[in-house]
């Protein structure tokens, strides 16, 4: 009975060793890097099969892993190994190393090494604005509120006609603020005394024509308009000019790496990665508040300038450096 008890526990252990021997299965396999939903996950695409790569922390200190490198590697299959996601057959690497098509691989290219650099290109793209921005107010006094109140409402139909005639009828015309405040005198020792009203009321156009902006505050200026919070000159349409600062900097940060690679006496085998830091959007110029005046002979002079779109991309490139 004890034999018989010996010889079945020996059938269980081979049993059970060639179960793990079948699970465990030794492979080559040839495909390309990729990364997967896995926190920090690679696996290697190989036709229609991926393998999860159990151990790639092992290999990622190598100058050629990296996304889409063609790679062969000598592992083993793990398909008792549960994984979060589980995308693709569990495979532990045993060696890998990149698999150049018709030649033995290696960890170097038959001519030189590979290293990588990082650069960054800049660049500033000055256009020419193409909207102003102009906000007049009527500011009105009076001892009582209704009479600052009344003057300021006559005063300010007479602007926003005169406004509209001058801005022409592509103008967005609105208003923008209104207020009506105390006047109040401070003397030291005594409470603040009201001696009057102040009423104001802001309009703001936005306009295309920018030939028209000195006629506007001109016209606003005779129709009672008496104080201007400045005029700012943007880019509406600012496109092109985004898209031209942009491919400026690729370009600068292209030359950059050539440059460096030209330098070690070697050359750009491909960009790994690009990188954009961000557009910095066109920064509207201002014009300093000004006092409206009620009458003049001479149009307000009115010099617009040009405004700078920056662009800044950061650029990975792997370089082969000869031997």
């Known amino acids: 009975m004890k034999r018989k008890l010996i010889t079945t526990l020996g059938a269980v252990a081979l049993i059970t060793l060639l179960a793990a021997a079948a699970m465990a299965k030794e492979i080559t396999v040839r ?5 997967t939903v896995e926190a920090g996950g690679w696996v290697i695409v190989a036709g229609n099969q991926k393998y999860l790569l159990l151990n790639a922390q ?3 200190s190598e100058s050629w892993f990296a996304e889409n490198k063609e790679v062969e590697a000598l592992g083993e299959t793990k398909s008792d190994v549960m994984t979060i996601y589980q995308e693709g057959t569990p495979f532990e690497v045993r060696t890998m190393r990149p698999f150049v098509q018709g030649g033995s691989g290696g960890n170097q290219n038959e001519s030189g090494k590979l290293t990588r650099v990082l650069v960054t290109g800049d660049s500033i793209v000055q256009a020419q604005p193409d909207t102003a921005i102009l906000t007049v107010s009527v500011v009105t006094q009076a001892r009582r509120a209704l009479e600052a109140q009344q ?9 926003v006609r005169a406004l509209k005639g001058a801005a022409g009828a592509g103008a967005e015309i609105k208003t923008s603020g209104y207020s009506l405040q105390p006047i109040r005198v401070y003397k030291e020792g005594q409470p603040p005394t009201i001696t009057g009203y102040e009423a104001r009321n802001s309009v703001t156009v936005v306009m295309s024509d920018l030939t028209r ?4 505050i ?9 104080d201007v919070a400045g005029i700012a000159f943007t880019l509406r349409k600012d496109r092109p000019a985004r898209d031209q600062a942009l491919g400026d900097a690729t370009r600068e940060a292209v ?3 050539q440059v460096i690679a030209s330098a070690l006496g070697g050359r750009v085998v491909r960009i790994v990665e ?3 830091e961000g557009v910095e959007p066109p920064r509207p110029i201002f014009q300093d508040q000004m006092q409206m005046r009620t009458m003049s002979a001479a149009a307000t002079p009115i010099e617009v300038g040009t405004l700078d779109i920056t662009s800044r991309v950061q650029l990975i490139a792997e370089v082969e450096v000869a031997k």
């Open 58 to 60: 092992r290999f990622q």
């Open 255 to 257: 030359g950059k790496a």
């Open 31 to 35: 495909g390309r890097l990729q990364r």
């Open 218 to 226: 001109d016209a606003t200026a005779q129709a009672g308009a008496n």
């Open 213 to 216: 902006v000195g006629a506007v």
């Open 274 to 276: 690009v990188r954009e």
């Open 151 to 159: 003057q300021n409402a006559n005063q300010s139909d007479a602007v």
